[in-house]
């Protein structure tokens, strides 16, 4: 059923007359949204790197201290990818 979808919007996008504009971007705005592209999908591999090391701190395969430095270490970390990630999603939504 999705394949058929998407078959139909590219019969129905092709089928149009109309010219599309030769300058769609400029360089620089390019620049910039492949860079919050690149921000955004750094974020969640580095988002999804944390869910699979809490799944084997859970599991007990690694061992920790539970030292107040690793912890707000580990919460101004987690604040930055959230913000990078918020950051480029406002940024692309522009």
Not at 10 to 18: K, V
Not at 40 to 52: D, E, K, P, Q, T
Not at 63 to 89: D, E, M, P, T
């Amino acid at each position: 059923m999705r394949y058929l979808y998407i078959v139909v919007l590219i019969c129905l996008s092709c089928g149009s007359n109309e010219q599309a504009p030769e300058d769609i971007m400029t360089q620089d705005q390019m620049i910039e949204f492949l860079f919050k592209v690149s921000l955004l999908i750094l974020g969640l591999i580095v988002i999804r790197f944390g869910i699979i090391q809490i799944r084997k701190y859970k599991k007990g395969e690694i061992r920790s201290k539970n030292n107040i430095f690793s912890q707000i270490s580990f919460l101004i970390f987690f604040a930055a990818i959230i913000g990078l990630v918020i950051y480029s999603i406002l940024g692309l939504l522009e």
